[in-house]
């Protein structure tokens, strides 16, 4: 009897250790509770979808793909936390992207991670974070980025109200954090370049993911006497806020980043803003184009949702392919692979991972939230009302120079 006790206490470490080698762990590091949860809810179970459409390919030269699931709580420290306890457990490659507060303290963790442990090095894969110091100044080679950063889409959404002369007053209102910041500054900066007719009636800042009644400040955006504003906010900030705009019938133009987060639609319907309120994104669920389309039907099939973010998409993909073309899932090898690597991105068309600052371009999209005709097939959140293109940027319009000096592994 000892004998064989013994021999099980043997058998199962080694059997766990086989499966482990068979299985392709991916630590999904963003806010399962809290105020940012709405968005992580719904981006756990984008990349489990994925994960399954790879699965049924044969998963990743072989082996299967498993997301694993790490609440941050959106919370830098706690973020460091459920990365080294990944790590522990046999996961090389960490996906996030709710705050870049997040995004730059995993970003530098795993650069340190992987200089005091050579042959063990671990990726991070960014799908949202998008403060462009990440790819600036605070690059490195174990950090991919597939959104676009704020400056770009800034640049984007600035050129397009360019084309409007109907604006002349903006209000900003953006999160108090590093990504609120840049979003600000890219405004301010690039209106005064391309319109400097328009008047900035109001900057407000406020704390990330604490408000709950956003009136006070919908308030103080009536008084200004906006016609439009322009926000970065993300998860229940954009959701609120919209909210509380349909509660106190503000009618102005929005250029925002993320109102199609969860709730973010079904304010926009109850404020009557029928296409008032434009996202700049790397695509939206009525573009026609047949297997993007093919895919929003699926996933609205199995969850109460659509695609909030096509870039998983591609990240998911691109890390096979790179995978693949390394014939390695070596964690240096996939990142040399994926280096400059072209793409066919979700919603058509080529995108690219630049070699120097491991920022990813793709086509670009305005759209805006409304009324819906025949050849618009999706709408959100039950509302009867859906996402229409009102410009595309083609993806050699969306680059930007970096100021990265990337250090390489030898």
């Known amino acids: 009897m000892r004998k064989l006790l013994l021999a099980a206490a043997f058998a199962f470490p080694l059997c766990g250790t086989a499966m482990a080698q068979d299985t392709v762990k991916i630590g999904y590091i963003d806010p399962l509770s809290g105020g940012g949860a709405s968005v992580g809810e719904v981006g756990l179970k984008t990349y489990q979808f994925l994960a399954d459409e790879l699965n049924a390919k044969g998963g990743i030269l072989g082996k299967k793909v498993e997301i694993v699931p790490l609440d941050n709580k959106t919370n830098p420290q706690e973020s460091l936390i459920q990365a080294q306890k990944a790590i522990d457990s046999g996961v090389r490659y960490l996906t996030q992207g709710n705050g870049s507060s997040v995004g730059i303290a995993l970003e530098e963790f795993v650069a340190k991670y992987n200089d005091r442990n050579p042959g ?186 659509g695609l909030f973010y096509p870039r998983a998409v591609n990240e998911m993909r691109m890390f096979a392919a790179a995978a693949e073309k390394a014939k390695s899932l070596d964690p240096v090898k996939v990142a040399q692979a994926l280096e400059g690597m072209e793409f066919e991105v979700f919603n058509g068309g080529k995108g690219f991972m630049r070699k120097d600052d491991h920022q990813f371009f793709q086509p670009m999209y305005i759209a805006s939230f409304g009324d819906r005709t025949d050849k618009e097939p999706f709408d959100e959140e039950k509302t009867g009302w859906g996402w229409r293109v009102a410009a595309k940027i083609d993806t050699a319009q969306t680059v930007l120079p970096t100021t990265c000096k990337m250090e390489r592994p030898k």
């Open 120 to 305: 063990k090095e671990v990726l991070y894969f960014n799908y949202a974070a998008v403060d462009p110091v990440m790819t600036n100044d605070k690059c490195t080679f174990s950090h991919f980025r597939w959104d676009a950063n704020s400056d770009i889409k800034m640049a984007a959404l600035t050129n397009y109200i360019k084309t409007t002369p109907s604006i002349k007053k903006v209000y900003l209102i953006n999160q108090d954090y590093s990504f609120g910041e840049s979003v600000r500054t890219a405004a301010r900066a690039m209106l005064k370049e391309k319109r400097p007719d328009i008047e900035i009636v109001g900057d407000e800042k406020h704390p990330l993911l604490k408000i709950t009644d956003f009136a006070p400040y919908i308030a103080k955006i009536k008084a200004s006497g906006a016609d439009s504003v322009i926000t970065g906010n993300w998860g229940q900030d954009i959701a609120l806020l919209l909210k509380a705009s349909a509660d106190a019938g503000l009618k102005v133009n929005w250029y925002t980043y993320y109102a199609g987060g969860t709730g973010g639609p079904t304010a926009i319907k109850q404020a009557g803003l029928n296409h008032q309120v434009f996202q700049i994104a790397e695509g939206v669920a009525n573009i026609p184009h047949e297997s993007s389309q093919a895919f929003e039907k699926a996933l609205r099939a199995k969850y109460e949702f």
